[in-house]
Structure formats: C-alpha cells, structure tokens
C-alpha cells in the first residue's frame, strides 16, 4: 500500500527520534538574522549559527521537516515550474543532522536502513545508485564494504565545475567556512524513461533522480582556500519530501502525488477546467503553496526584496488562471484546500487562513486590472512583431507605463516561441531597474567579515546593572587586539556583564565599562553568537585584554526600556483579546523613549477599537499585576500557553514571562516587577505598513505623561486661537471646517467657469485631420486638475477630435490624451499618452477615451507634443 505525503513525512521524523535525534520544528521561510538569504532555501538554515560555532544547541542529534522557497536570488526555480516533473516554487525539505556527534559510517548507514529496511520505506536496494566525492575514499568505503552497494553502483565525482572542491559531491556554506565532500543517493525509475546515471553524458534525463544528499561537513575553507579540518566534524542532510514520495507512491513526476493530485484537483473545480494534464493547474497547484507560507511567515506583497519576489508568484499563478479562462479572482479560494492537504504541516497557516486569504483576494484584484490591460498591449505589439523578438523599448514601456511584468512578458514571448530584448530593455530600464530585480541586497557569502570568536559571555543582567567582569577580547575593525588607548572605537567582550544585547526587538543597553585609571562608554550592545558586544570607545587611559573592569549599565534608560518591554506584552494580549486570535506579532521594537508594536490585521483600527485596547491595557496597570519570568523545557512552556513567536528560534530551554492571568509569553528581554511600574500606557498612532499588517506605536510611565501634558497644551492654544474654551471648542471647529467648505465649493465653481472659458478660446486652434480634428496646447500656469474639465468641454464642442493639452506648474509637467467614442477603435488616448512618456520620459496611463501622464522632462516636451501630427495623421484611415 502507498504511503501518503503525510504518512512519509512522519515516518521520515519517526525514525530519526528512534535514533535519539530530537524532534526541531520548521524555521521561518524568512531566515532569522541572515542578510544573506532571501528565503530558507535547505533544512540547514536555521543551524548555520551552529555549524559556524557562533551559537551552541542542546541536543547533538536532530531531526526536521523544513518548509522551504527556492523563487529569488542565487536559488531561483521559479521560472522551472509548471515546464518540468520535479521544481518547485515550494517545498518541504526531511533532515537529519549531528552537530559534532555521529559522522560518515553512522549517517549513511541510518539512511540506507530507512530507505531499504522492510519496517521504512522498503526500497529495491538494486534501485539505488550513490555518488561520492572523487577523493573521499572513507565514504565509498563505507558503501561498498559496509553496506554492500555493488560498486559499479559507486560513482565518484570530480571537480566538474572548473575549480577545486567545486563538485556536485562538495558542499559549501560560502567561499569561506564549514565545507565538506557529500554523498547523493539516486533511485532509478526504470529503463522505460531516457537518461543515464550521475557523471554520464545522460545525466540530464529524467531516469535517475537524487532522492536524499548526505553532506559531510569536515573542514574549514579558509580565505586562501586551504582547507583546516575541523574540531567536531558534522552531519548535514536533505531529502525533498516531494521528490521520495514520488518514488513511494510508484509515479514518476512529483505533481502525480497525493498532496498535487488533492492541489491539482482543487483548481481544476476552481476554474472549470476540465483537463487535469494542463500546465496551467500545475502551475497555480505549485504558487499557492509558496504564496500561502510566505504571507504566514509574514512576508507582504511589494515592490522590493522579498514582497517583489511573492508578488511575482501572485502574478503568475494569476496569469496561468487567465490562460484557463478565469475572469473572476479566484487564487485565493485555495487556502482551504492547501490546509486540508498539508494537514499538521499548516497549522500555523491554519490559524492564519483568513489572512492570508485577505492579502492574496486584495493583490488578486489589483493585479487582474494590470493583467487584462498589458495582455491586449502586448497581443497588439506581438501581432505586429517581425522576426522572433521582442524589442527592448516594447518590454520596457510595457513595464514601466503600464506595470506589466517582464517575466510575464518573457513568458508570453516563449510559449509563442519568441524571444525579448533583455539587453535592450536593460539599457532602456537605466536607473529604475532596481525595482525590476528580484533581491538586490542579499548576495554577500554568509562567512565574509566574520569575526571568529571561541569566547561565550554570561548574561547577568536581569537582576544586577552594576558588575564586577573581565575584558576576554577586545576588536577592532573585525580584527582581535591586545590593548586599544584613550579615543580608539572597540568591540569589547567581557567573561559575564549585565549589559543586555539587542534582540527580541528590545534594544541594546549603554553605559560604561570602568577601570582602574579607564573608561569605555558603551554605546551599543549586540550579540553574537554565544558573546556580548560592547561597542563604543575608550574615554581614558588604557584597556587590555584579562582587565579587570566594572560593568555598569545606564539604569536610568534600563528601566524605561523595561517598562515598554512588559507594555509591549500587554499591548499584544490586549489586541488577540479584542481583534481576535488571528492577531499575531510580526515585528517590534522597543527602546527608552516609545515602543512600537506591528500585528497581523485585515483593517485599519476605528477610534473605539484603539481605546479599547488602551483602556484594556491601563485596566491591567491599574491590578499591579506579578511580572514573573522562569525558565523551562519548551514542550512544557507550550503546553503551559506560552506564545511563541512563529519565525523566532528557541533553545531546548526557555525563559518564560507570565503577566498576572493576562499575558504568558516566551521572551528573554528585561521587564518590569509588576505592571503598576508603567504606571500610564498612551497609544500615539496606529497604520498599516503594508497589506495585513498594522503598526501601533506608544509610550509608558513619564513619556506618556509628557505626551497628555503636550495635548493639554496644544488643546489650549487651538482655544486660543479659536477665541473658545473647553465647553465650545468643538463646536467652533465644526463651523471652521463647514466655512472651508462651502469657501472651496465657491473657488472650484469658479476655476470651472475658467476652464471652460479657457477650453473656448482654445477650439479655434484645433486642424483637421482626414475629417477628424486636432488639437494639441501647451498652456501656462493652468492647474493640472483643470486640464480634464477643459478636455470633456472641448470634446462637446469639436466633435469629432483628439485633444493633447500640456502645462507646467512649479517645473512639473503634466499631459492629458482625450478622444472622442467615435476615434477610440483607431486612435487610443492611452496608446497615444503612451508615446508622449516613450518621447520625454515620465509615467502615464488611462482609458481609450482619456489618459494622463506626469513627471514629463519639460526640455523634450515641445518636440514630444510636435510629434502627435504626424502619429494621428498614421493611424486615420
């Protein structure tokens, strides 16, 4: 019998907690901390701390399903998906990993016994083909001697990718640090399907497929490319849940398993399509997935690094329920179906469903407008096309001026069999091409300007502000020193210190570090890895490496830091309690002067909600609640209610932080004793920052009074001003505002009748053009808003006619296309508005009838505007 998606994926994790690995649930697909990532693209992401020895883990075995996104930057599938068996925007990656523990004879055996042993995954051992790196001898020992691999089954594979140690069997992290020769093991599909083993000429095709790589991870690669072997030698696996299910369940592509069978089935009935073997439905099956996780991880659609790549899934799968017909938004309908299928796997995705469901219907829309437009421009431009490409002006200006994406266009181009002008449209693109890349700052290798540090400093601070430490190492630019002097800028680490480094949101501490004749203000405190940073510099005489040294932390800013801290905890109570459960931190930070708080919500807050959550806040000030913080296993902390933050990483053991019967959280920042200590919580402002996330920011204790007493004050002076008092002053502003009113209803009645008289005089100046008119103006200091009331007056009184009116107010240029419903099949005011930005820069965009553009360069506007005669006169039969 088949074994299910989901069966596999515990089976895999099963095992592996039978062998005493320890069960590490799914990191963020944003990796935390990594600036060198765009996604979590490989179950090891979440422990390269580990890996480099900048962070420890409590257990030296563990096991996990890691949710992964291979769809920007350097790990791109994106444009694979739907034309092969096998990629994926989205996947799910199975892992076992030994973190100095187990190595090479204990890893490959685990993985043979799971894939061939008959209580596993029971596999034909004669199906199993396995590579090893060309000088890695211990490996294909273990192979062939141990387990008993025939060795024509053995294959070892060389430097094949034009330097040394760049393999296909050598892994590494980055061009410098943890590295190692890897193991690969393929299953072969069967003589029926074309292609050859790993190494041969056939290797392409599609009858060997690697199912599982064991990486070995054994040296050190340092700058020169020596490779140091290293002092607890690791274990780092990956096998695509998606790729061994394929095997188990007996069916060649991935999108004929159960989980894509269930996806693919969904869409079908979604959009009414009939044939299941349709792209399209793989497509849109594969984009729902990646779509979904990401907007739970918390990543929004935009139009820069990680919302720019989501937005671009958003847009294809969109675009492949176009090409079936689809005419109404309908992605978003699959979220039900993708947490039904992904059963225990989605549970975060579960409790988010609604918002995820908001954020794609709201994109959907957006885009479908975009979508119904650029493909009738671009159908337009294709059937008019000579030869097999598309010019780099067309993909540009399809972009730029009407928001059609360029892969949308490549894609277009290539199921038609045609090509685009990439290096035309670069050219074309100049200085805005940055917003067309996917990922622009997420390239460096993880290992450069690393500092290494063997050194573990002891967090005291929660209790103590003033201690007694000693100077382990000190830095300068990255580099270890013995001994900086008065007015030198460092890095200074201590053995213990009562400094708190910034995470979790909170702030670094400052202060001073104090010796006998010296003084090193601290201006910041960060970690890294298992150290505390001190980062200021020297005021007085000299410090060395083994001083003796005070540590004493700025108490004053401590306790306000603390205050928004515990705040910060009731404020995100205060809003699940009121908004609803699906209200869930995507962001905070928290300082001396105000915290600020970002959350998970479809709508902007009305005035009652905010004082709600105001009011509930001060409600739980005024109990003088316990502030109370312990320490326990996460399994316990979780069963006790804790919240976790989804994306956070979390040790074996965890600091827990209970507020009365109101807030149970995990957090390992600094707090109050009790909630009293706030004394006042006052909400500044609440707004989105992007589509289903808000961000309210506050202040507490002092900062909160001065915010009362600072409306108190401003409340008087609008008395003032007003001539009003307390009892009136509403009243008086209810009529200000009316007068305005009714004062601005009199000077636009006015502009009006000028526009219309200006449009009068104007008429006279229109030619004829094969039995239409013409006419085309630059007009001096007419406000830009006026320019479509004088073009629809104009239109009654020509006729038949195009209008083109330009005007400059304060340097910038604005243009308005108007034509009249008896030209709109020959001439299009958006085609024609579209010409003008091509000829003097700009954006613009419209309706047939009537289209505007800004942001014209006022030197090429004459000639742009001279230029209309003649594109009119072509276009009139």
Known sequence: MNKSTAEIRQTFLGFFQNKGH??????????????????????????KDVFLGQSQIDNLRTTTVQRCVRAGGKHNDLENVGYTTRHHTFFEMLGNFSFGDYFKKEAIAYAWELLTGKNWFSLPAERLWITVYETDDEAYAIWANDIGVPREQIIRIGDNKGSAYASDNFWQMGDTGPCGPCSEIFYDHGDHIWGGPPGSQEEDGDRYIEIWNIVFMQFNRQPDGTLLP????????????????AVLQHVHSNYEIDLFKNLIKATSEITHTTDLSNKSLYVIADHIRACAFLIADGVMPSHENRG???????????????????????????VQPLVEVMGEAAEELKLQKSRVETVLKAEEEQFTKTLERGLALLNGELAKLQGDMLDGETVFRLYDTFGFPVDLTAEVCRERHLKIDEAGFEKAMEKQRKRAREASDFGDDYGNNVIPLNSTSVFKGYNQLLLPAVVQSIYIDGVAVEEIKAGQKAVVVLNE???YGESGGQVGDIGLLKGKNTEFKVHDTKKYGQAIFHIGNLMDGHLRVNDSIEAQVDELRRTRIRLNHSATHLLHAALRHILGKHVAQRGSLVDDKHLRFDFSHFQAMTHQEIRQIEESVNA???????IKTEVMD????????????????????????????FSIELCGGTHAVRTGDIGLFHILAEFGTAAGVRRIEAVTGECALAQVYTQSNQLRDIEKLLQANSINLNNKVRWLVDHIRVLEKELQQRRDQQ??????????????IKGAKLLVNDLINVESKMLRIMVENLKNQLGSAVIVLATVTEDKVSVIVGVTKDLTDRIKACDLIAELVRRAGGKGGGRPDIAQAGGINAQALKEALASVENWVNSRLS
């Open 22 to 47: 320890q069960l590490v649930a799914s990191s963020s697909l944003i990796p935390n901390n990594d600036s060198t990532l765009l996604f979590t693209n490989a179950g090891m992401v979440q422990f």
């Open 230 to 245: 290293l002092l607890k030698p690791s274990v780092d696996t990956g096998m695509g849940l998606e790729r061994i299910a």
């Open 308 to 334: 720019y790549v989501l937005r671009r899934i958003i847009r294809r799968a969109v675009r492949h329920g176009n090409m079936l017909g689809m005419k109404e938004i309908f992605f978003f309908k699959l």
């Open 497 to 499: 210190t009562p400094f």
């Open 620 to 626: 739980q000030i005024r109990r003088n609640l316990d």
């Open 634 to 661: 996460i399994n316990a902390a979780t069963s006790k209610g804790a919240m976790a933050l989804f994306g956070e990483k979390y040790s074996q053991h965890v600091r827990v932080l209970t507020i009365g019967d």
């Open 755 to 768: 526009a219309i008289q200006e449009s009068t005089s104007l008429s006279s100046k229109a030619i004829n």
